[in-house]
C-alpha cells in the first residue's frame, strides 16, 4: 500500500479537511502491513472504496425561535460504510460541527462498529445548531425541522441514528416524534430512546461502563486494577458521567472533571453526593464546571487550562477531539500516568499517541474503549426487532462480554515481539479485517 500517494489524493480531493484526513491517516498506517500481506484487498481496490463514504447528505434546517426570529443551520448525514449492517452512528448538535469532523467521526465509526461484533455499519450526522441555552420548545422545533428532512434516509435496516455530543434523550425524544409521525411506523429507527418507548436499560450510562471495562481489562494485563487508582477524566457529558460512576463504584478516585472554559481539581475525589449535584446542574442546563467548585470547597477551578497536569494514575479523556496535546501527554507520562484510555473520539492528538507509545505506557483508542456506547445501541436494536427488554443485569452482563472480547480482539492484533500491546494497531486491525472480508465477498458496489 502506498500510504503517502493515498493521503496525497485524499488531502487533494478533500482539502482543508483536517480532522477526518488525520482519523484516516491514522488507520491506514496500522493497516499497511496488514493489507500488503493480501493482494486481494488491493485488487479489489478495498482501501479506495473504504475511505470514501458511500454518501454524504447536506440539508438546511430552518426554525423559529421563541422570540419569533428565524434561523437557519445545516443538517448532515455521513452514510460511511454498510458492508457488515445498516449504517450507524450518532448525531452531534454542536456550533463546531461540519463535514470533516462528521467524516472523521463516520471513518471511525465504521471499525468500531466491527469491533463490537454487531451487525453494523459505520455513519455519522449532525448539525451546527448548539442546544446550549435553548429552550426545550426551541429544542423541539430544531430537532422536528432536522427529521423533516433526515427520515427519507433513515430506518430500521437502512441507517439507524443516535445520540452524541449535544443529543440525549430529549432531543432524541423529539426526533423520534416527529420520525413517527411522518413515517406512521413505530420501529426502532433511532437508539437511545427512553425506556417507556423502545429504548434499553443501561444505554445512557453505556459508553461510560464500557470504557471503565475496557480500561479495566488493560490494567489487568499489568496485574492491577482500579482499586486506589487516582484517575483523571476530562469533560463532565454522557461518557465522562458513565466513567465517572463506574470507577467510584470499582473504588478509584476520580479528580478531575473539565468544561470548554477550564478544569475542576477536587483531591477528595467525587462521591455520589457531588456527582448527583453535578447531574443537578447538568439537567439545568447551566455551566457545571464552575458553580461545582463553589460549592464544594475541596475543589479548585483553573481556568482556560486543561486536566492533563494533575498527577495520576489513570487519564481517560471524555470531552472532544484533539483535546490532549503532546505537552498534556509529556505531563501524563512525567507525573507517572500508567494508562489512558480514550472515553472521547480521537482526543489525543497524533504527537501525543506518539508520547505515549514510546513511553510504552498502555494507551487505548477511542473506537475500542468507547465502543460501549454503540455496542449497547446494537443491543437496544436486537430488543426492539424481538419486541422485549431485557433486564438491567442482563445488559450489563453483555456490554461488559462485548468489552472483555474486544479488548481481546486487540492484544490478538496489536501486541508485538517485546509483549507491549499497541492498542491502536489491534483495534485498527481487528476492526479492518471484518469489512474488508464482507466487501471482498460483496463485489465491487
Ligand atoms: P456531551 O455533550 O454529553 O459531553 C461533552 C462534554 O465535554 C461536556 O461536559 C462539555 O462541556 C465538554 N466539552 C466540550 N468541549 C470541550 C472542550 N473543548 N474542552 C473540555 N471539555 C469540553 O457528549 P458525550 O459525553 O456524549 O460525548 C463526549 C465524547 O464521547 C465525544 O467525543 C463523543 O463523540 C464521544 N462518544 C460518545 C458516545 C455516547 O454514547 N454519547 C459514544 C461514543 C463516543 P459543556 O457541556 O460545558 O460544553
Given at each position: 500500500m502506498n500510504l503517502e500517494k493515498i493521503m496525497n489524493d485524499l488531502e487533494k480531493k478533500h482539502p482543508g479537511e483536517v480532522e477526518y484526513l488525520q482519523a484516516v491517516r491514522e488507520v491506514l498506517e496500522s493497516l499497511e502491513e496488514v493489507v500488503d500481506q493480501n493482494p486481494q484487498f488491493e485488487a479489489a481496490g478495498i482501501i479506495d472504496r473504504l475511505i470514501e463514504p458511500d454518501r454524504v447528505l447536506t440539508f438546511k434546517v430552518p426554525w423559529v425561535d421563541d422570540n419569533g426570529k428565524v434561523h437557519v443551520n445545516l443538517g448532515y448525514r455521513v452514510q460511511f460504510n454498510n458492508a457488515i449492517g445498516p449504517y450507524k452512528g450518532g448525531l452531534r448538535f454542536h456550533p463546531s460541527v461540519n463535514l470533516s469532523i462528521l467524516k472523521f467521526?463516520?471513518?471511525?465509526?465504521?471499525?468500531?462498529?466491527?469491533?463490537?461484533?454487531?451487525?453494523m455499519g459505520g455513519g455519522k450526522g449532525g448539525s451546527d445548531f448548539d442546544p446550549k441555552g435553548k429552550s426545550d420548545a426551541e429544542i423541539m422545533r430544531f430537532c422536528q425541522s432536522f427529521m423533516l428532512e433526515l427520515w427519507h434516509?433513515?430506518?430500521?435496516?437502512?441507517?439507524?441514528?443516535?445520540?452524541?455530543?449535544?443529543?440525549?434523550?430529549k432531543e432524541i425524544g423529539f426526533?423520534?416524534?416527529?420520525?413517527?409521525?411522518?413515517?406512521?411506523?413505530?420501529v426502532g429507527v433511532l437508539t437511545g430512546k427512553g425506556l417507556n418507548w423502545g429504548g434499553s436499560l443501561i444505554r445512557p450510562e453505556a459508553t461510560g461502563f464500557g470504557a471503565v471495562y475496557f480500561a479495566q481489562e488493560m490494567l489487568g494485563t499489568k496485574d492491577t486494577d482500579f482499586s486506589g487508582k487516582t484517575v483523571a477524566v476530562s469533560g463532565f457529558g454522557n461518557v465522562a458521567w458513565g466513567a465517572i460512576s463506574k470507577i467510584t463504584e470499582l473504588g478509584g478516585k476520580v479528580v478531575t472533571i473539565s468544561g470548554p472554559d477550564g478544569y475542576i481539581h477536587d483531591p477528595e475525589g467525587f462521591d455520589v453526593e457531588k456527582i448527583n449535584y453535578l447531574l443537578e446542574l447538568r439537567a439545568s442546563n447551566q455551566d457545571i464546571v464552575?458553580?461545582?467548585?463553589?460549592?464544594?470547597?475541596?475543589?479548585?477551578?483553573?481556568?482556560?487550562?486543561?486536566?492533563?497536569?494533575?498527577?495520576?494514575?489513570?487519564?481517560?479523556?471524555?470531552?472532544?477531539?484533539n483535546e490532549l496535546g503532546k505537552e498534556d501527554a509529556e505531563n501524563l507520562v512525567n507525573n507517572g500516568c500508567m494508562c489512558v484510555a480514550e472515553g472521547a473520539n480521537m482526543p489525543s492528538t497524533p504527537e501525543a499517541v506518539d508520547v505515549f507509545k514510546k513511553h510504552k505506557i498502555l494507551f487505548g483508542p477511542g473506537k475500542a474503549v468507547n465502543a460501549g456506547g454503540v455496542a449497547t445501541s446494537g443491543l437496544e436494536m436486537t430488543?426492539?426487532?424481538?419486541?422485549?427488554?431485557?433486564?438491567?443485569?442482563?445488559?450489563?452482563?453483555?456490554?461488559?462480554?462485548?468489552?472483555?472480547?474486544?479488548?481481546?480482539?486487540?492484544?490478538?492484533?496489536?501486541?508485538?515481539?517485546?509483549?507491549?500491546?499497541?492498542?491502536?494497531?489491534?483495534?485498527?486491525?481487528?476492526?479492518?479485517?471484518?469489512?474488508?472480508?464482507?466487501?471482498?465477498?460483496?463485489?465491487?458496489v
Open positions: 467521526l463516520g471513518f471511525e465509526q465504521i471499525f468500531k462498529n466491527s469491533l463490537t461484533t454487531l451487525p434516509l433513515i430506518g430500521p435496516e437502512t441507517d439507524v441514528p443516535a445520540g452524541d455530543i449535544g443529543v440525549g434523550g426526533m423520534y416524534g416527529m420520525y413517527k409521525k411522518l413515517a406512521r411506523e413505530h464552575k458553580p461545582y467548585s463553589y460549592e464544594f470547597p475541596s475543589a479548585q477551578f483553573f481556568a482556560g487550562k486543561r486536566p492533563w497536569e494533575v498527577k495520576c494514575d489513570v487519564a481517560l479523556p471524555c470531552a472532544t477531539q430488543q426492539n426487532s424481538m419486541k422485549i427488554a431485557w433486564g438491567r443485569e442482563e445488559v450489563d452482563a453483555r456490554l461488559h462480554e462485548i468489552m472483555k472480547n474486544i479488548h481481546n480482539a486487540c492484544v490478538t492484533h496489536g501486541t508485538q515481539e517485546d509483549g507491549y500491546i499497541d492498542y491502536v494497531r489491534g483495534a485498527n486491525i481487528a476492526g479492518f479485517l471484518k469489512v474488508a472480508n464482507a466487501m471482498m465477498d460483496q463485489g465491487v
